[in-house]
């Protein structure tokens, strides 16, 4: 299901669903997402790590301490309330 473009249909056929409706149903029940999803997420999945791969990229590039914490130097932006009122209006 993730190799190739093959129409859910044609799969649900394949796997003697009587629709693609029963298959959508019977594959959600079992994995909790649309097969369309799961078919969208792995190839998205498939395209980071080809391109990690591409790019020579490994986890061991990223310097990241757990135990340092928060730094209180780096700026923070507060949210604020852009184009909306904050004061309400009597009519």
Do not use: W
């Amino acid at each position: 299901m993730t190799e190739g473009e093959t129409p859910l249909v044609e799969i649900a056929l394949s796997l003697r669903f009587s629709c693609q409706a029963n298959f959508s149903r019977a594959f959600r029940q079992s994995t909790g997402m649309a097969p369309g999803q799961y078919r969208r997420d792995v190839t998205a999945a498939l395209d980071i790590n080809a391109l990690r791969v591409r790019s020579g990229f490994k986890d061991t590039d990223l310097h990241i301490d757990p135990g340092a914490g928060f730094d209180e130097n780096f700026p923070v932006s507060q949210p604020g309330l852009r184009g909306r009122t904050t004061h309400l209006i009597s009519t």
